[in-house]
């Protein structure tokens, strides 16, 4: 089994949790500062809304703290990138991918100049990158709004943030367009549904009115941003390439029984409505009948339907973990997947963290996006989080993650040989983060082990586990050995 010449193979981070340096070069605070470590909770609950209060997000602002405010300190990529990037250039990375942090540029998102030390810090990280041969895939907005955004206009409920993030991201374009080729526009799209603060800086107590008409008012405007930003690029840097990215959960009825199957079909309408506007350039006639029943109504003004089919990305990334099933049945056992509760699925094994594996699903993604959009795809985060055991001689043998990624290439060369157009694959994360549910970095999903525990405590020091040693094969051989 072999890939095309070209294929991209790297990892992929993002800034709210590697950067670090919070406060530093006059960045301002996001959301993310204000996401808190959840240690022994139950991993259901990092897969459940969790609301932010104002009096709470302020008292989080008022506190310095980075122990129990983990995404503020990161892995302090900010201060160590180039020593992060040596190693990711001798696994053989070809491609990285990484965000901007919109608060890193413009601190309450509203400023009208950037930051002279924000704009420094990207393009001395993104030429370094070029350096090490080494492409960047940007993201825009990675789990990320900024926080004055979120306490002024309920983030992206408003529709005036989509000037403010056409601003930031013509900055990016000018700025960084020398350097960067690979754009993304919003990180897992679909999670503003799930997530609302984290996604789109959305808090419940400010919404008026029905919390889910709000997020769906809001990832509307995120359609049109996208659709606007992708305009600007082939303006400003007509030889770069724009794409979505969708969380890809990809779901089998639980049985047979025909109710499962059109609950299982009934849920993936809506699962693939965010990429049938961006891909596709519409809203699906069934999807809006959908919402519509559900009271949604979406807010067009005038415009907006020819700029999202004039405008469609123009390649699909999306994130693939696990899978899950759908049943109708109120007592069937669920489990957490990203994000996610789904019905469990009896035939896979799951992580400690609950999140069922399924490499066959990796191919049925594939195969499903590819036949439906025609598009070249790119699967932009897979990984497995596992507790590592550091050794006395300060080695980590991590056999596990190993058999992970291989049961995933497997599938993920088999879906190239039936035809899908396969840009590249970059794993989540090539090194040790801060994780996005439970902010802590004892689910760790490297390849680099990191030396810090959940509160901050360690060395820092980057040592290579043994799936490093097997990735820097894999890349070498372009897939073909994955003993």
């Not at 008022?62 to 250039?89: C, N, T």
């Not at 001798?90 to 919109?102: N, Q």
């Not at 405007?221 to 990809?250: K, N, W, Y």
Request: glycine share 8%; net charge negative; hydrophobic share 40%.
């Amino acid at each position: 089994m072999t890939l095309p010449k070209g294929f991209r193979w790297g990892g992929a981070v993002a800034a709210n949790q590697v950067e670090g340096a919070w406060r530093e070069g006059g960045r301002g605070p996001a959301v993310s500062d204000v996401a808190s470590y959840k240690p022994n909770a139950d991993p259901t609950e990092y897969a459940l809304h969790h609301a932010y209060t104002v009096d709470g997000i302020k008292a989080a602002l008022a506190d310095d703290d980075v122990a129990y405010y983990p995404k503020r300190r990161g892995i302090d990529f900010y201060h160590r990138y180039p020593g992060d990037l040596a190693l990711f250039a001798e696994m053989g990375f070809t491609t990285l991918r990484v965000s901007i942090a919109w608060t890193r540029l413009y601190p309450t998102g509203e400023e009208l100049e950037p930051l002279a030390e924000g704009v420094a810090y990207y393009e001395a990280l993104f030429t370094e990158m070029r350096r090490l041969n080494i492409e960047p895939l940007v993201t825009l907005s990675h789990y990320d709004p900024p926080m004055a955004l979120a306490l002024k206009h309920n983030g992206w409920v408003e529709r005036r943030t989509i000037e403010l993030f056409e601003r930031f991201a013509r900055t990016c374009f000018e700025r960084f367009g020398h350097l960067v080729k690979m754009w993304l526009t919003f990180n897992e799209i679909d999670g503003i549904i799930r997530h609302p603060f984290t996604s789109g800086g959305i808090i419940e107590e400010l919404v008026e009115g029905d919390l889910e008409q709000a997020c769906y008012t809001a990832l509307h405007h995120q359609f049109v941003a996208s659709a606007s930003v992708t305009r600007m690029l082939r303006e400003i840097s007509p030889d770069a390439q724009m794409g979505c990215m969708l969380t890809m959960l990809t779901t089998y009825p639980n049985t047979c029984h025909p109710d499962d199957v059109a609950a299982t079909q009934a849920k993936e309408r809506l699962l693939y409505l965010c990429t049938d506007v961006q891909a596709g350039g519409a809203y699906p006639r069934l999807a809006l009948r959908a919402l519509e029943r559900r009271g949604v109504k979406i807010p067009f003004e005038k415009g907006d339907e020819e700029l999202l089919k004039e405008h469609p990305v123009d390649f699909i990334s999306f994130s693939y973990y696990m899978s899950m099933t759908e049943s109708v049945r109120p007592d069937a056992e669920r489990t957490p997947g990203n994000t996610v509760l789904g019905v469990k699925n009896p035939f896979l094994p799951s992580s400690e963290w609950g999140w069922q594996i399924d490499p066959v699903g990796l191919r049925i993604s594939l195969i499903d996006l590819y036949d439906r959009y025609g598009k070249p795809l790119f699967i932009v985060e897979n990984g497995l989080g596992m507790r590592d055991e550091l050794t006395d001689d300060r080695k980590i043998h991590d056999p596990y993650r190993i058999d992970y990624f291989r049961a995933h290439f497997e599938q993920m060369i088999q879906a190239v040989e039936e035809g899908v157009d396969l840009m590249g694959y970059v794993s989540w994360a090539p090194i040790d983060l801060i994780s996005a549910s439970s902010s802590q970095i004892s689910k760790r999903y490297g390849f680099i082990y990191v030396d810090q525990d959940d509160l901050g405590q360690g060395t820092q020091e980057r040592l290579r586990k043994d799936s490093f040693y097997w990735y820097q094969k894999v890349i070498a051989s372009n897939g073909a050995d994955l003993a």
